[in-house]
């Protein structure tokens, strides 16, 4: 299982539409430049921590 996504894990994935992220220990997300028109899925259980999360690193986008 996932427990962290490293700094600039996204770095020059100017195709990049979706990350879905099935993990639900992930405890720390690295400053990443991820485009906001990306979407990111996550498990319903965890959605308010890794919107938390993915926002402190950087994302201006929705997490669903």
Not at 15 to 30: E, F, R, Y
């Amino acid at each position: 299982n996932v427990t962290s996504i490293g700094k600039s894990a996204f770095m020059n994935c100017s195709k990049l539409n979706k990350i879905k992220v099935k993990s639900t220990k992930i405890t720390k997300i690295g400053t990443n430049k991820i485009n906001k028109k990306v979407k990111i899925d996550v498990p319903n259980s965890m959605k308010k921590k890794y919107q938390k999360l993915f926002k402190k690193a950087g994302y201006k986008g929705t997490v669903k």
